[in-house]
């Protein structure tokens, strides 16, 4: 496998990862809202699953910067998403597409005559942590990417932020979460696995407002396992709402299957 179809099986997978929403010509940033010191962490966390994103369809554009430490680039997306479905993500002229789906992550390159079509395991050690479509669409929508319902969180403030920690310590696995006051979406969410020096760190620079939407607007992301670091931000613009959507995706002919272990990442 050549360093030039290594390079992009990574910027394909990050795109599946990390890509989803947001940028519209009437978009409104948000500022930021008031905090309340006498907030239960009960009531915080129920605030923000009260503000979850509702919608159908999304589709429009985004833009992705990614560097490895190594090397950069910037790249330009059309992307469709059916809520809890399906998302779906073309290259200029369909030289690379992607199409993901609660059960599969297939994409292929028209450059190498390749293609990879499997489950979450390569994304799920790109990024050091367990993942599926639920996470990932969660993730992108400024929203927890595990239930905080289903445990007990201490809540303190820091910052203009809720910070939100778990009072029973899971095994092996630490998580951060903070959320912002206005819209009870998350400014961050902190994934780590101490002993397999793994870092996932989640930042929303801030939220906008597209007709009744509450989205991020921009995302940046630092994915750490030992001394490997990828960070990727994110930018999406020019998205419609609930809009029809189609997902058009054939694996060409006599492409070469892509079979990735935890050395391509």
């Given at each position: 496998?050549?360093?030039?179809?290594?390079?992009?099986?990574?910027?394909?997978?990050?795109?599946?990862?990390?890509?989803?929403?947001?940028?519209?010509?009437?978009?409104?940033?948000?500022?930021?809202?008031?905090?309340?010191?006498?907030?239960?962490?009960?009531?915080?966390?129920?605030?923000?699953?009260?503000?979850?994103?509702?919608?159908?369809?999304?589709?429009?554009?985004?833009?992705?910067?990614?560097?490895?430490?190594?090397?950069?680039?910037?790249?330009?997306?059309?992307?469709?998403?059916?809520?809890?479905?399906?998302?779906?993500?073309?290259?200029?002229?369909?030289?690379?597409?992607v199409y993901i789906t609660p059960q599969r992550v297939t994409f292929?390159?028209?450059?190498?005559?390749?293609?990879?079509?499997?489950?979450?395991?390569?994304?799920?050690?790109?990024?050091?942590?367990?993942?599926?479509?639920?996470?990932?669409?969660?993730?992108?929508?400024?929203?927890?990417?595990?239930?905080?319902?289903?445990?007990?969180?201490?809540?303190?403030?820091?910052?203009?932020?809720?910070?939100?920690?778990?009072?029973?310590?899971?095994?092996?696995?630490?998580?951060?979460?903070?959320?912002?006051?206005?819209?009870?979406?998350?400014?961050?969410?902190?994934?780590?696995?101490?002993?397999?020096?793994?870092?996932?760190?989640?930042?929303?620079?801030?939220?906008?407002?597209?007709?009744?939407?509450?989205?991020?607007?921009?995302?940046?992301?630092?994915?750490?396992?030992?001394?490997?670091?990828?960070?990727?931000?994110?930018?999406?613009?020019?998205?419609?709402?609930?809009?029809?959507?189609?997902?058009?995706?054939?694996?060409?002919?006599?492409?070469?299957?892509?079979?990735?272990?935890?050395?391509?990442?």
């Open positions: 496998m050549t360093n030039v179809f290594r390079y992009a099986q990574k910027w394909v997978a990050l795109c599946v990862v990390l890509t989803l929403l947001l940028g519209c010509k009437t978009k409104k940033i948000l500022a930021e809202g008031s905090l309340n010191a006498n907030l239960s962490a009960k009531t915080v966390i129920r605030s923000h699953y009260q503000n979850s994103l509702d919608f159908k369809t999304l589709r429009g554009k985004m833009k992705i910067d990614y560097s490895d430490g190594e090397s950069s680039q910037g790249l330009s997306l059309s992307v469709r998403i059916k809520k809890d479905s399906a998302i779906w993500m073309s290259a200029p002229l369909g030289i690379v597409k292929y390159n028209k450059l190498e005559n390749e293609y990879f079509d499997g489950d979450f395991t390569y994304l799920s050690n790109l990024l050091g942590t367990d993942l599926d479509y639920g996470k990932i669409q969660n993730l992108l929508l400024g929203q927890a990417m595990f239930d905080m319902r289903l445990n007990k969180y201490d809540v303190s403030i820091s910052g203009d932020n809720y910070v939100l920690k778990p009072k029973n310590t899971i095994e092996l696995f630490k998580i951060l979460f903070e959320i912002e006051p206005k819209n009870f979406k998350m400014a961050s969410q902190i994934l780590s696995q101490p002993l397999k020096r793994r870092l996932l760190d989640i930042n929303y620079k801030n939220y906008q407002k597209i007709n009744k939407w509450i989205l991020p607007n921009q995302i940046f992301i630092v994915a750490t396992e030992g001394t490997k670091r990828n960070t990727i931000e994110i930018e999406y613009r020019n998205m419609e709402f609930d809009e029809p959507v189609s997902f058009p995706y054939k694996i060409p002919n006599g492409f070469k299957e892509i079979v990735l272990t935890k050395d391509d990442i």
